[in-house]
């Protein structure tokens, strides 16, 4: 019998359960299995956001499985369906016989829309990012931007610089004689200037759909960011969430959210207290001011570290002018083959996708 990829109902929760056994006995190489309870749709019916969980099916048997994200989304000027599908899972990882299912899903999720993306998934040498672009689909790294604000402890902590004897000693010098603290100084001076006020929201208002009405079309692609959507993406209700509004001459003009978590143990960032921006949006004019603002607002509450990840270059240039570093990613985003057409068909189409670390599960290892 074909493979194919059905909605997970819960007469497929024995072969569920039998597929995750074997993973476990072949000693599968993956951060997670499928889940075993019912219930793949997390959204409610008024929901402009709904979650499908797919598994790869073979008679009775289940040999893999993926997430479906379906999105109001915003392409070259025109509302679209847009997929983000995640968690992609294949027995093939422990039986070569089932190879052929990893294809099979980079086969249906093209299928399903033209807007079809995926985000995270670490190295491009790891065997999804490779069979991606073997099918066609364009994948890049979305820059990854830092602003230090504790150097002792981000000299202490950051484990990229205990890899070795020789790093751990040059960070250890580093902290020690302050030639740390006053380098990043000079390293993370601010060029932009400019007068403004954030607040903390305790809710996504109306200004949000004012905003997006007036930035969507300096996007070629992204999911929407208008108040619904937002709610759904960011819900207030999550005490992680932090919602900050930007105003100019008591007018709104930007918006960002974060997390402020102190991580233990975070295999890159040790034990800091790192802010994250998940997202943000504003005028052109206010672009720089609100990375200004939210980071500031995040050292003001104890941050050691404020990091972000966005693909759109003129929010890359607003957070280097606001002191920001630029580091190595392992956060990737990769376009469908259609996908990629579409986005290259616009002038400087690839530079102006809005796609941040709140469009995956960045926001789950940074919190």
């Not at 990229?160 to 006053?182: D, N, V, Y």
């Not at 105003?247 to 102190?262: L, Q």
């Amino acid at each position: 019998m074909p493979l194919k990829l059905l909605p997970f109902e819960e007469i497929h929760v024995p072969a569920a359960v039998a597929f995750n056994q074997r993973m476990i006995e072949g000693h599968a190489n993956c951060d997670f299995l499928l889940p075993t309870g019912v219930g793949g749709n997390r959204s409610t019916p008024d929901d402009p956001i709904h979650w499908t969980r797919y598994v790869a099916v073979d008679g009775d048997e289940v040999h893999g499985g993926i997430l479906a994200m379906d999105q109001p989304g915003w392409l070259n000027g025109q509302n679209v369906r847009a997929l983000n599908f995640q968690s992609p899972l294949s027995e093939g990882i422990v039986n070569s016989k089932y190879s052929v299912v990893a294809m099979q899903m980079v086969k249906f999720m093209q299928k399903q829309a033209d807007a079809v993306f995926m985000v995270g998934m670490g190295s491009p040498e790891k065997p999804l990012p490779k069979l991606l672009v073997a099918s066609g689909w364009s994948m890049r790294p979305i820059p990854f931007l830092f602003r230090v604000h504790h150097a002792g402890n981000f000299l202490r902590e950051l484990r990229m610089l205990r890899t070795s004897p020789l790093k751990r000693i040059a960070a250890q010098a580093a902290r020690l004689t302050g030639l740390g603290a006053a380098g990043l100084t000079v390293m993370q001076r601010r060029r932009t200037r400019g007068s403004g006020t954030i607040r903390r929201q305790e809710g996504w208002g109306a200004w949000a759909d004012d905003i997006w009405q007036r930035c969507r079309n300096h996007c070629s692609f992204a999911v929407q960011r208008d108040r619904r959507t937002l709610e759904s993406l960011y819900p207030a209700s999550d005490p992680r969430t932090i919602i900050l509004l930007v105003e100019r001459d008591a007018k709104p003009v930007g918006w960002s959210v974060c997390f402020n978590a102190a991580l233990e143990n975070n295999r890159h960032f040790g034990n800091l207290r790192v802010g994250s921006i998940l997202d943000c949006m504003a005028d052109a004019n206010a672009m720089a001011l609100t990375a200004v603002l939210t980071d500031r607002e995040m050292a003001s509450q104890g941050v050691d570290l404020v990091v972000v990840n966005h693909s759109h270059a003129a929010w890359v240039q607003a957070f280097r002018s606001a002191g920001f570093l630029a580091g190595p990613s392992n956060y990737l985003l990769a376009l469908s083959k259609r996908l990629t057409e579409l986005v290259r068909a616009e002038p400087q189409g690839e530079e102006r996708m809005h796609v941040t670390r709140g469009d995956g599960d960045g926001r789950i290892h940074l919190s």
